[in-house]
């Protein structure tokens, strides 16, 4: 299926995170905390200001995002849990961790 969010909705999949502790403990599904970072899915246009101009959103699919614990309506769509954020409750988009400013010769 697929899904477009309106306006300034953003649609994010969670990533899942390490279940295993530095010494080797594995926690449990039940015991884990869900993450709060995610791969955003799709996209809505963009805010609609009051003259009617559309603001695209700073996001785009692909991005890896974070948010916050309680800010977001979970739906489930073809078995996968998915999260509805609207753009302000996107904490920060997860840049690459490549060496920024190192060329190649």
């Known amino acids: 299926m697929k ?3 309106l306006h300034d909705r953003v649609i994010v999949k969670r990533i899942d995170q390490v279940r295993k502790t530095a010494s080797g403990i594995v926690i449990p ?3 884990a905390e869900k ?4 791969e ?6 963009g805010k609609r200001s009051k003259d009617g101009s559309v603001t695209p959103l700073p996001v785009k699919v ?20 998915l999260l509805v ?3 302000d409750e996107i904490l920060a988009v997860v840049e690459s961790t490549r060496r920024a400013g190192k060329k190649k010769a």
């Open 3 to 5: 899904i477009r969010p």
């Open 29 to 31: 599904d039940s015991a």
């Open 35 to 38: 993450p709060e970072q995610g």
């Open 40 to 45: 955003v899915v799709a996209v809505g246009k």
């Open 62 to 81: 692909g991005d890896q995002v974070l948010f916050g614990k309680y800010s977001s309506q979970t739906v489930k769509i073809d078995g996968d849990e």
């Open 85 to 87: 954020l609207r753009e």
